[in-house]
């Protein structure tokens, strides 16, 4: 839940989301996801009288997530050497 106060506008909401990553192979992992987003914004606007009013908008946002990691170090949990390298894409 989030709540955010502006000059110009108030904005508040909640973010339900759920992650299920599986492991292919020992160090191989993917990831998939889905996100929903729920958004009430009220706006304060003027008119070319002068008049301030407000316009509210209610906003539903539904993403996912896909997710592609591989690990090549010597531990899971405590890695010393090797690497790590994870793929997101992300649209913008």
Do not use: I
């Not at 304060?44 to 009288?49: N, R, W």
């Not at 002068?50 to 990691?69: D, E, F, P, W």
């Amino acid at each position: 839940m989030f709540r955010d106060t502006t000059d110009a506008y108030e904005e508040a909401g909640a973010r339900f989301s759920a992650d299920l990553t599986r492991r292919l192979r020992p160090t191989v992992y993917r990831t998939y996801g889905v996100a929903l987003d729920l958004t009430r914004t009220d706006e304060l606007v003027q008119d070319s009288t002068g008049l301030t009013s407000t316009v509210r908008q209610n906003l539903a946002t539904l993403t996912t997530l896909a997710a592609y990691a591989l690990d090549r170090s010597d531990d899971v949990l405590d890695p010393h050497t090797g690497w790590r390298v994870e793929a997101r894409p992300s649209p913008r």
